[in-house]
Structure formats: C-alpha cells, structure tokens
C-alpha cells in the first residue's frame, strides 16, 4: 500500500526519467546541443534576487549546470505529487488526458517561469521548438499517468468512485460561473451546504463552515473597495478557476463520483462567469451606482452558489467500483 505523497514521488520520479531518456535521444538522432535554458533560468533568478552564482568561471558553469538539472528534478517531483494529490481527490481522468494533463503542467511550471523571468518569449517560438518542447513532455506525462493509475492508494481502494451523473456536472458549471462573480463561493458554496447526516459523504466540521462563511463575507466588502483588481487579470483569474474546480470536486465527492468532469465544468463556468461579471459591471456604469451593480451580482452569485449546492447534499448514492 502506498500513500498519495510516495505515490506521487514515484510517479514524478519515473516521469522525469522518461523525460530526460527522451530529450537525450533526440538529442543523439538529431545531434542537437543540449538546452542552456536551465541555465539561462538559474541566471535569471540569480539576477532577480540580485545573488551571482559564485566561484570562476568553469566553478560557475558547473554549479548553473547543476542548478538547472535540480530544478527540472522538483518540477518533476512537485507535478507528480500535485497530481497524485488530484487523483486522490476523486479526480480522475481517462489515461491519455490525464497524460497529456500532467505533461501540460509540467510544460506550463518551466515555460511559465522562461516568460516571467523574461528568458525567452514562447510566443516566438518555431513549430520545430514546441515540438523539443513538448514531446518530452508527453513522455513525462504518459509515465506519471501509468504510475498513478497503478498504485491506486489504500482511500481509493476503500472509496471507489463512480461515473459522475449530467446534473452533477451541470450543477458544477452552475457554481462555476457563481465563482466567476465571487471567487470564494467556490469553494465556500459546497462547504457551508455540506451533508448534516453522520458519516455522509463530503461532510465537514463546523469550524471549517464558520471560516468559510467569513471568507465570502470578507470578499463581498472587498468588491466594494475602490482600487480592486479586474477579475480577468492573471493573478485574480487563476486562484478564481481553481476555486472553481476545487467546488465541482467537492460536489462529485458528495455523491462519490469521479470529480473529472465536475472540475472541468466547474472551471469552465468559472470562465464564463468572470467575463460576463465584468461584462455587467462596465454596462452598469453610468446606468446606476456601482455599489448597487456590486449587490446586484451579490445577488446572483449566492443563489446560483444556492442552486448548485443544496440539492442532493444528504442523498445517499450506490457506488459502481470505478478502476
């Protein structure tokens, strides 16, 4: 038996060797030289936390070489422990899409970072580049997935989880675009309508509802504040999709369904409701104050979080044994 955390390990260790077997041999069919981005990012971190690497020249390239491999290890790591975590969860995708998943997510740790540190432009880059890019990927990610959907951890031998029913999902979607005007409804939606029967699926204390309950409280003043960020931007859009998919998880759990496609549609709706909010509010302007356009998505988004959340939240579900 073996936990979610070893689980993930093991599953970012063999990704990682698969990743770097693949890019060393397209290396010796291609002849290509190996990538200096690795390099390129340790400098560049180096530079934003105003620290040179220390020592001459040839010390200082070995010491960039080995910093750079290190880090392409903890991404390795980190991605296969995050999403043995999601797989634990009850989120669990067919075979290829969660390689192609965990590939992406490993892709996006290391491209992400290249862009922020303003190593390279991805947008620039030729067909040819994504390829070297993204078929190691590919091979990280295939390696985790088989990994994962092999050691299966003793939870999910003991809570199996079935095929996620269309209301599921469409209620999902629902709290998905209620996240999309307030963010904290996300998660704070399936939390304060958990299950009140003993030993009820997705169940959770009453100091975790209280502190949820202050979250929404603290976000619906925070909207009020001048100076807050557009929801659309980066840093607000993202923790808002996340919210999201966590929401949809938490709604598939109740009923012990597998949370794929809830999350899916939870991020999604996430999607959509932070566009069309920002589409209200800049038609509301002019047409009444803002404060009453803020209530008025108030509003909205607490009875679609309502519409979403309440129904089924006690309904007891017979399980199909999922692999």
Not at 66 to 91: K, P
Not at 293 to 302: I, T
Request: hydrophobic fraction near 50%; glycine fraction near 14%.
């Amino acid at each position: 038996m073996t936990g979610s955390f070893a689980r993930g390990l093991a599953a970012g260790a063999a990704g990682t060797v698969a990743l770097n077997t693949v890019s060393y041999l397209d290396m010796v069919l291609r002849g290509r030289p190996a990538s200096q981005v690795p390099e390129q990012l340790v400098d560049a971190v180096a530079a934003r936390v105003s620290r040179a690497v220390p020592g001459g020249r040839a010390e200082r390239d070995a010491r960039r070489s080995a910093l750079g491999a290190l880090a392409g290890i903890a991404n390795g790591l980190g991605v296969g422990v995050l999403a043995s975590t999601v797989r634990s969860l009850g989120v669990r995708f067919p075979a290829p899409v969660g390689a192609v998943l965990a590939g992406a997510a490993s892709a996006a740790a290391t491209d992400g970072a290249v862009a922020a540190l303003g190593v390279a432009d991805p947008r620039t880059w030729s067909a040819a580049d994504w390829a070297t890019d993204a078929v190691p990927h590919l091979a990280y990610g295939a390696a985790v997935q088989t990994v994962l959907a092999a050691v299966p951890t003793p939870a999910e031998r003991t809570t199996p989880r079935g095929p996620a029913r269309a209301g599921l999902v469409v209620r999902s979607a629902v709290l998905g675009v209620a996240a999309g005007g307030r963010s904290s409804l996300g998660f704070a939606g399936p939390v304060l309508t958990a299950p009140t029967a003993a030993g009820a699926p997705g169940r959770v204390s009453r100091k975790h509802q209280v502190l949820s309950a202050a979250g929404v409280v603290v976000e619906l003043i925070a909207d009020k504040q001048p100076g807050t960020p557009p929801r659309t931007e980066g840093a607000v859009l993202v923790p808002r999709l996340l919210a999201a998919g966590e929401g949809g998880g938490r709604l598939a759990a109740r009923e012990r369904s597998n949370g794929a496609l809830p999350v899916v549609a939870g991020i999604a709706g996430a999607l959509v409701g932070s566009y069309a909010g920002l589409g209200w509010r800049r038609w509301a302007v002019g047409r009444m104050p803002d404060t009453w356009a803020a209530l008025v998505e108030d509003a909205a988004a607490l009875a679609l979080a309502a519409v979403a959340c309440l129904p089924g939240r006690d309904r007891r579900r017979p399980v199909v044994v999922p692999r």
